[in-house]
């Protein structure tokens, strides 16, 4: 059994789950985090720490959001663990608020030498969208 982050985490990518994992089961992408569920736990010191609610116990997902247990199952084959927290992404809280964010999703490995390489000539980030 394992924790899933669904949804609400996508282009908020709030990190203070990371800091209590104590098996560093999280990895990251550039606008959302997954589970590895190879290496959950299920102690659920995680679940409380997110700010938007995201992390559930697999059990516990709801209908439209099942198929992020195997979504975090993939990702996390390919993503960078992370092991310390950071700041959300910078426009986190208006995104908190949009439901319906799948299409936002980014299957891309994160992390801060992927954040910096997403700087693009204009020198804005690719993050930089509006709701």
């Known amino acids: 059994m394992t924790h ?9 990518k709030y990190t203070d789950c990371v800091d209590v994992c104590p098996v560093d089961a999280f990895r990251e992408g550039r606008n959302f ?9 299920d102690c659920t010191l995680c679940v409380p720490e997110c700010p938007v609610d995201a992390i559930v116990h697999e059990d516990d997902l709801p209908d439209g959001q ?3 247990l195997d979504l975090n ?9 992370i092991v ?5 992404l910078p426009d986190a809280e208006r995104w908190a608020q949009v439901a319906d964010k799948r299409v ?5 490995p994160g992390g801060r030498a992927a954040e910096r390489d997403e700087v693009n000539a204009k020198g804005l980030a690719a993050n930089d969208k509006e709701p």
């Open 84 to 88: 310390e927290s950071h700041a959300p």
């Open 104 to 108: 936002e999703l980014d299957s891309q």
């Open 66 to 68: 099942r198929d992020y």
């Open 4 to 12: 899933v982050v669904t949804e609400a985490c996508i282009r908020c």
């Open 33 to 41: 985090l997954v589970i590895d569920p190879g290496e959950c736990i």
């Open 73 to 81: 199952a993939r990702l996390a084959q390919s993503w960078p663990p």
